[in-house]
């Protein structure tokens, strides 16, 4: 198989992962703020750590889902997700199958290769930089 021929592509399917990636976030965030499309585990404060992350996980799941502020967005939110596995998973055991941390290493990495590899071809930041560079 002719691997090259698939680098062609990468950009658009760096966009699909930051666009699915954002999408699948925003539910988390949706669900402890709004309490959809799953009830939330606790009611809504957002002056707790549960508020301020379901607050970064709706707006920034947002942003990815634009390519708006990618890389910075990313960075922040894979930071959060760290936080969140070692303060909340870690703790339950080394493994993340073990202490149900699979999603937020998972997301951790994820973003933080985003915010490395940036917004990918199809992103409102990919579409001011050529407008930027026109001019």
């Keep these: 198989m002719n691997f090259s021929a698939l680098s062609a592509h990468s950009g658009k399917v760096l966009s699909l ?8 976030f925003i539910q988390h965030g949706a ?10 585990m606790m009611p809504f404060d ?8 379901g607050v970064l996980e709706l707006v920034g799941g947002a942003l990815l889902v634009l390519g708006l502020f990618t890389r910075c967005t ?6 959060m997700m ?3 596995y070692f303060q909340f998973h870690f703790p339950q055991g080394f493994y993340p199958l073990v202490n149900k941390g ?12 985003i915010g490395f590899a940036g ?4 992103a409102l930041d990919t579409l001011m930089g050529r407008k930027r560079r026109r001019y």
């Design 119 to 122: 917004p990918g071809e199809w």
């Design 31 to 40: 669900q402890k703020i709004f309490g959809f499309p799953a009830p939330a």
């Design 82 to 84: 760290a936080v969140a």
């Design 46 to 53: 957002l002056m707790s750590q549960m508020g301020i992350g």
């Design 102 to 113: 699979e999603l937020a290493a998972l997301y951790c990495w994820v973003f933080l290769y």
């Design 74 to 79: 990313a960075f922040v939110l894979s930071g």
């Design 17 to 24: 992962l930051r666009i699915v990636a954002g999408l699948m």
